[in-house]
């Protein structure tokens, strides 16, 4: 078992930054992909971000890609989301999600967090 628990949302303003944690714990392999998801009312969710924890590569979403960041921590265990230049459409429940083996493209997690909402106002 791999357990997830994000942190970091909060209230911005549109143009503002924000940077979401998630910590791993539990069974840890060398060889998962830990990835961020958000979801609002309404709406499927939507995949954002993903990392190769045994190598750091990593894949985004076309929305967010030169705004956001995804980085990890090998010693603390933790995967981090740098969100720049919010927009209203950025507002949503973001998860942080696991997977063990697959590649950087596949979007089928195994784990998931309890979610962290990111509220961005104009």
């Known amino acids: 078992q791999v357990q997830l628990v994000e942190s970091g949302g909060g209230l911005v303003q549109a143009g503002d930054s924000l940077r979401l944690s998630c910590v791993v714990s539990?069974?840890?392999?060398?060889?998962?992909?830990i990835g961020w998801f958000r979801q609002t009312i309404g709406k499927e969710r939507e995949f954002v971000a993903t990392?190769?924890?045994?190598?750091?590569?990593?894949r985004y979403a076309d929305s967010v890609k030169d705004r956001f960041t995804i980085s990890r921590d090998n010693v603390k265990n933790t995967v981090y989301l740098q969100m720049d230049n919010l927009k209203p459409e950025d507002m949503a429940v973001y998860y942080c999600?696991?997977?063990?083996?697959?590649?950087?493209?596949?979007?089928?997690?195994?784990?998931w967090g309890q979610g962290t909402q990111v509220t961005v106002s104009l």
């Open positions: 999600a696991a997977r063990v083996g697959g590649s950087l493209y596949d979007t089928n997690f195994d784990y």
């Open positions: 990392i190769n924890w045994n190598n750091g590569r990593r």
């Open positions: 539990g069974r840890t392999y060398s060889w998962y992909f």
